[in-house]
């Protein structure tokens, strides 16, 4: 099992720039696929981006592909997204999670953070 702990989010302009940080604990971090979802108000919670164990392979939503890289650092047991050029329709509350295989969807991770807000302004 492992336990996932998010922050980095907060208030920012359109076009700025925000890094999330998921940090982990429990069970071997570098095992895991990770990945970064997020839900808005009144919508289904959806994929941002994700990452395999070792870090060599990424994925991302059409959304925000050429805009987010999502990475690991498996020695501190820690995910980031860094967001760039964010735009009025990226606020949601984002979450991490982690699973055991490269599935892009919720019910494939079963481990999930508790989320953070990230709200971007016009």
């Known amino acids: 099992q492992v336990q996932l702990v998010e922050s980095g989010g907060g208030l920012v302009q359109a076009g700025g720039s925000l890094r999330l940080s998921c940090a982990a604990s429990?069970?071997?971090?570098?095992?895991?696929?990770i990945g970064w979802f997020r839900q808005a108000p009144g919508k289904e919670r959806e994929f941002v981006a994700a990452?395999?164990?070792?870090?060599?392979?990424?994925y991302y939503a059409n959304s925000v592909k050429g805009r987010f890289t999502i990475s690991r650092d498996n020695a501190k047991n820690t995910a980031y997204l860094q967001m760039n050029s964010l735009k009025p329709e990226d606020t949601a509350v984002y979450y991490c999670a982690a699973g055991t295989a490269v599935v892009l969807t919720p019910n494939a991770f079963p481990y999930w953070g508790q989320g953070t807000q990230v709200t971007v302004s016009s």
């Open positions: 990452i395999n164990w070792s870090g060599g392979n990424t």
């Open positions: 429990g069970r071997t971090f570098s095992s895991y696929v």
